[in-house]
C-alpha cells in the first residue's frame, strides 16, 4: 500500500484531487486531513464514503502531535500538501489565520516529514506569489524563474511557504516540488471565489459584483486539469523543482463575466454592479507552461467554452450545496 497524506482535502482542489487519486490508483491509502474551516465541508468527500481507502482526518496541519500520530499510524511516503486559507479577500481582512495556516502550517509538516521520513513531498502554490504584470506587455508572462513579488497577504502567505519549501530541499535534501498554478474553476468551488460567486448570485437574481474597471486579467483552468497534473508531478516530477502550471485561457473580468451572463442568459445592464476595486489588486497573472509541458507532456485538455457550461450546470443542479456553504461562511 501506498500512504499518500492529502492536506487540505476537503476543499475544492483536494476533494477533485482525492477522487482522481483513488480512481487512479487502487493500491493508495489516501489519508485527508482537512481542519474543516469554513472552506472545507465532508460534503465534498460525500461521493467517495465508504471507500475504505480514504481516511479523513479532522485536524490542524500545524499539529505536530497529529502529524506525528498520522506518520506512526500510517506510514506516510508522500505528502500533497493543498491546507490553506485561500480567498484574497479575506486575507485582507485578517491576515493571521493565512500566517498561521499556510506558513506556520507548512513548516509544522516540513518538519514532521523531515524527523519522520517521506518520498516526495508536493507543495501546491499559486500564481499569485509572482505579483502582477504590467498591462501594457501583453508578450511578459511569469517563468518559474521570476522574482517573487507577493502583494497580498495571502500571496505573501503562499510566497512564505513556498521559500521555506525551498529552503528544506536547500538545507536538508527533502525531496519536495513546488507547482504554483493558476485561477481554478469547477465543481465544488466554494461560492465566494468569482466564478461560483457569479453563478450563485444569478441563480438568486442578484446582480454580480464586479470589481473596479473590470479590466484585470487571469488565466484559468480546469480544476481536473490542475488535478491530472498534480497526480503525474507526485509520481514523476524532478525533486527540487518549481513547476508553472496554467490554462492557457487568459482573459479580463470583464470577459469572464459577458460568457457567464451569456451562458445563464442575462443582460450586463439587469445584471453588473460595478463596486470599489479591491486594494491593491493585481492587474494581470499569465503562465509560461513551457516547463511543464517539455518535461511532463502535459498541457491543459478543458476547454473553457464547454468546461464553464459544465460548471454552471453543476452549481444548477447543486443548489442545497452551495446555499449550505454560503451559510456556513
Ligand atoms: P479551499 O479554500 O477551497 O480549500 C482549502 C482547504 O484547506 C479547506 O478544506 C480548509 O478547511 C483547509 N484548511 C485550511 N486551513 C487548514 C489548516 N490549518 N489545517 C488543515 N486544513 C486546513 O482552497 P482551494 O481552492 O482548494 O486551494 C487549495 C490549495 O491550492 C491552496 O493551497 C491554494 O493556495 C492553492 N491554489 C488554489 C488555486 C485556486 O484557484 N483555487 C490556484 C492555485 C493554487
Known amino acids: 500500500m501506498r500512504a499518500i497524506l492529502l492536506t487540505g482535502a476537503a476543499g475544492f482542489i483536494g476533494c477533485n484531487l482525492a477522487r482522481l487519486i483513488l ?3 487502487p493500491s493508495v491509502r489516501l489519508v485527508a486531513l482537512d481542519k474543516l474551516t469554513y472552506a472545507g465541508s465532508l460534503a465534498n468527500l460525500e461521493s467517495l464514503k465508504g471507500d475504505p481507502r480514504l481516511i479523513f482526518v479532522h485536524g490542524d496541519v500545524a499539529d505536530s502531535p497529529l502529524l506525528e500520530r498520522l506518520w506512526a499510524e500510517h506510514g506516510i511516503g508522500e505528502v500533497l500538501h493543498l491546507a490553506a486559507e485561500s480567498h484574497v479577500d479575506r486575507g485582507i481582512l485578517a491576515s493571521g489565520p493565512f500566517v498561521h495556516s499556510n506558513v506556520v502550517g507548512t513548516q509544522i509538516l516540513l518538519d514532521v516529514a523531515r524527523a519522520r521520513g517521506v518520498r516526495r513531498f ?3 502554490s499559486t500564481d ?3 505579483g502582477s504584470l504590467p498591462e501594457d506587455r501583453p508578450d511578459l508572462k511569469f517563468t518559474e524563474s521570476t522574482p517573487l513579488s507577493p502583494n497580498s497577504p495571502y500571496s505573501a502567505s503562499k510566497a512564505a511557504a513556498d521559500c521555506l519549501v525551498r529552503a528544506y530541499y536547500h538545507t536538508y535534501g527533502m525531496p519536495v516540488l513546488i507547482t504554483r498554478c493558476s485561477n481554478n474553476y469547477g465543481p465544488h468551488q466554494f461560492p465566494e471565489k468569482v466564478i461560483p460567486l457569479f ?4 441563480l438568486q437574481d442578484k446582480p454580480v459584483p464586479l470589481y473596479g474597471d473590470g479590466l484585470n486579467v487571469r488565466d484559468w483552468i480546469h480544476v481536473e486539469d490542475h488535478c491530472q497534473v498534480l497526480w503525474e508531478l507526485l509520481n514523476r516530477g524532478r525533486t527540487g523543482e ?3 502550471i496554467g490554462g492557457e ?3 479580463t473580468n470583464r470577459a469572464l463575466t459577458e460568457t457567464i451572463l451569456r451562458e445563464m442568459g442575462r443582460t450586463w445592464e439587469s445584471s453588473v454592479r460595478f463596486v470599489p476595486d479591491r486594494p491593491g489588486h493585481d492587474r494581470r497573472y499569465a503562465m509560461d507552461i513551457t516547463k511543464i509541458r517539455r518535461e511532463m507532456g502535459w498541457s491543459p485538455r478543458r476547454r473553457f467554452d464547454e468546461a464553464i457550461r459544465e460548471t454552471i450546470a453543476w452549481y444548477r443542479d447543486h443548489e442545497s450545496w452551495w446555499r ?3 451559510q456556513s461562511s
Open 128 to 130: 499569485e506569489v509572482y
Open 199 to 202: 453563478i450563485t448570485h444569478l
Open 249 to 251: 485561457c487568459e482573459m
Open 23 to 25: 480512481r487512479a490508483d
Open 122 to 124: 508536493v507543495h501546491v
Open 324 to 326: 449550505a456553504a454560503i
Open 242 to 244: 518549481v513547476y508553472n
